[in-house]
């Protein structure tokens, strides 16, 4: 018998070795199989990082004929021969999964890749599970503001229902799953308000933050002050207009100039998981003095005990950041520059919970002079409405939850 877990780049790799590790305590004879769904990524390609238990399975798009033409998911399906090629991605996700499948795990569950690894498990009589991968999940998507996200999403319809060349990309959490394991009670509130029965829905938390717990005592901030500056690569993925993302930087930029004019600081800029160039190209030369490079390559818990202060513009990284007891700042891209309302609406709530804000240089020349702890106006309970309780035993409670839908699994079948 076997757990198989689907990884889908991002933070999902952690995520899932933190509970395979888990897992591998309360079943210690239980196979564990990870998935690497990554390279179907046509877009940004790559493989998902996994350092836990287990062998390692790399899925391949050639394997099922898909082509990259366009930087469209649905239109390389479509291109490469829609409801056949997909018929070869459940079939080929089946050969993965194997024959002795008791659950499959995934942190997504929207992609064709993703859904055709689902109705493979179920096909091999496996459950499935979706895991709440962290904050900011969208359950139910809103109204894209780009004309080309417009244009695809009126599209969609017209090839899922109408023309029948596409599978439905279902909205998260909502592909039919035997559990779902929510970070928070908020976020099992809105599942079952989107239509999951109340039984389907449980609370186990964040395993990938589960090392924050454990980094609370952070020291005053001292001489330089050392600064961690979050990229993110939202203009070269489309999410923002890469003329207002280029603007913030400048903005960024002459705000550390004037700040480190007066104090010596130490800047990191470290690249976000999804860079594939160099995404802080306008802020690095605006700068007037040398910042330290960081790629990304390590879990963000590993750099956070060198920082005195954080500052992004709507990465969960910096609610890591904050659960760590680390200073926030947040520097604003305008709404109107946002593709889709969901990223706008990210970083609205982040403006909202009581971290500095700086939208202009001055601004942020004032948060580092007066570089101090944690503020006490942060809004503990809207925080923990997204990542629910940080303990340290997510991934344990997780773990827990998975292990019961496998021995009902093993009962059914006996």
């Known amino acids: 018998m076997a757990v198989i877990l689907m990884g889908t780049g991002g933070s999902s790799g952690r995520t899932l070795a933190a509970v395979?590790?888990?897992?591998?305590?309360?079943?210690?004879?239980?196979?564990?199989?990870?998935?690497?769904?990554?390279?179907?990524?046509?877009?940004?390609?790559?493989?998902?990082?996994?350092?836990?238990?287990?062998?390692?399975?790399?899925?391949?798009?050639?394997?099922?004929?898909?082509?990259?033409?366009?930087?469209?998911?649905?239109?390389?399906?479509?291109?490469?021969g829609g409801q056949a090629v997909y018929r070869r991605m459940i079939d080929y996700a089946a050969g993965l999964i194997g024959a002795d499948a008791d659950v499959l795990v995934t942190c997504h569950d929207r992609i064709y890749i993703e859904t055709a690894m689902l109705h493979a498990a179920r096909r091999?009589?496996?459950?499935?599970?979706?895991?709440?991968?962290?904050?900011?999940?969208?359950?139910?998507?809103?109204?894209?503001?780009?004309?080309?996200?417009?244009?695809?999403?009126?599209?969609?319809?017209?090839?899922?229902?109408?023309?029948?060349?596409?599978?439905?990309?279902?909205?998260?959490?909502?592909?039919g799953h035997d559990r779902v394991i929510a970070a928070s009670e908020s976020y099992?509130?809105?599942?079952?308000?989107?239509?999951?029965?109340?039984?389907?829905?449980?609370?186990?938390?964040?395993?990938?933050?589960?090392?924050?717990?454990?980094?609370?005592?952070?020291?005053?901030?001292?001489?330089?002050?050392?600064?961690?500056?979050?990229?993110?690569?939202?203009?070269?993925?489309?999410?923002?207009?890469?003329?207002a993302a280029h603007a913030v930087e400048r903005v960024l930029a002459a705000g550390l100039n004037a700040a480190a004019a007066a104090r010596p600081i130490a800047l990191t800029i470290r690249s976000h998981p999804r860079s594939s160039g160099d995404d802080a190209a306008v802020l690095r030369a605006g700068l007037?003095?040398?910042?330290?490079?960081?790629?990304?390559?390590?879990?963000?818990?590993?750099?956070?005990?060198?920082?005195?202060?954080?500052?992004?513009?709507?990465?969960?990284?910096?609610?890591?950041?904050?659960?760590?007891?680390?200073?926030?700042?947040?520097?604003?891209?305008?709404?109107?520059?946002?593709?889709?309302?969901?990223?706008?609406?990210?970083?609205?709530?982040?403006?909202?919970?009581?971290?500095?804000?700086?939208?202009?240089?001055?601004e942020i020349t004032a948060v580092l002079a007066r570089a101090g702890g944690v503020p006490e106006a942060v809004d503990w309970g809207k925080v923990g409405e997204e990542v629910g309780t940080v303990d340290g035993h997510a991934a344990a409670r997780c773990a827990g939850l998975i292990v019961e839908m496998v021995t009902r699994r093993v009962t059914n079948r006996a």
């Open 188 to 243: 099992r509130a809105r599942w079952i308000a989107a239509g999951l029965s109340p039984e389907t829905v449980v609370v186990g938390g964040i395993p990938r933050f589960d090392p924050l717990a454990r980094l609370r005592d952070a020291r005053p901030a001292g001489a330089p002050l050392r600064v961690l500056y979050l990229v993110q690569p939202f203009a070269a993925h489309g999410k923002v207009d890469a003329a």
């Open 20 to 80: 395979a590790a888990a897992l591998a305590e309360y079943l210690p004879d239980q196979a564990i199989r990870f998935v690497d769904t990554q390279p179907f990524n046509l877009r940004t390609g790559g493989t998902t990082s996994y350092d836990g238990p287990g062998e390692i399975l790399r899925a391949h798009p050639d394997a099922c004929g898909l082509k990259r033409y366009t930087s469209s998911w649905s239109a390389n399906m479509v291109l490469s």
């Open 288 to 362: 007037a003095f040398a910042a330290n490079e960081d790629r990304g390559a390590a879990p963000l818990e590993t750099v956070l005990p060198e920082a005195d202060l954080v500052i992004g513009h709507y990465s969960s990284g910096m609610l890591e950041a904050l659960l760590a007891n680390r200073p926030v700042v947040c520097v604003p891209v305008p709404a109107t520059a946002f593709a889709e309302a969901a990223e706008a609406e990210k970083q609205t709530w982040l403006t909202g919970i009581g971290i500095p804000v700086a939208s202009t240089a001055g």
């Open 124 to 175: 091999r009589g496996a459950a499935t599970v979706l895991l709440q991968e962290g904050p900011f999940c969208a359950i139910g998507h809103g109204a894209p503001r780009s004309r080309l996200l417009r244009a695809k999403a009126l599209a969609a319809p017209l090839a899922t229902r109408l023309l029948r060349v596409l599978p439905p990309m279902p909205d998260y959490g909502m592909a």
